[in-house]
């Protein structure tokens, strides 16, 4: 598999991360096996596919918390969460913090950019 197309799963997931992501849709997008690429986004990103779809919906939940004055439950559904517990518990595992004190807080976070490839061969 080339970079590219590991940079087209990527743009995909990105570009679909309000819509409910799934490596099934994405394998389909870019016409590999689910099982191929599963094994090769883990393995060029370094997580799964799953934990990379947690971790940016995460980060821009957090980003959202603190630039805009959006209700908690409102952001959780936006990302995809099915209540504010599950986003609740989801955020703490994250980023350590509730969402209501994470938003109270200026504290700097360090969020989960979105994978960059940095070499044009695999």
């Known amino acids: 598999m080339s970079v590219k197309t590991i940079e087209r799963m990527i743009d995909w997931v990105e570009a679909n991360l309000n819509e409910e992501p799934t490596l099934d849709k994405m ?20 997580i799964s596919f799953k934990e990379y779809v947690v971790r940016r919906k995460l980060t821009l939940a957090a980003v959202e918390l603190r630039e805009t ?44 950019e979105k994978s960059e490839m940095l070499s044009n061969t695999l």
């Open 27 to 46: 394998s389909d997008y870019v016409g590999y096996s689910s099982f191929y690429c599963s094994a090769k986004f883990h393995e060029t990103v370094g």
């Open 69 to 112: 004055s959006a209700r908690i439950i409102d952001i959780a559904v936006k990302y995809g969460f099915s209540s504010n517990e599950a986003f609740s518990r989801a955020f703490c595992k994250g980023f350590g913090d509730s969402p209501s004190r994470f938003r109270k807080t200026q504290i700097q976070f360090s969020g989960y």
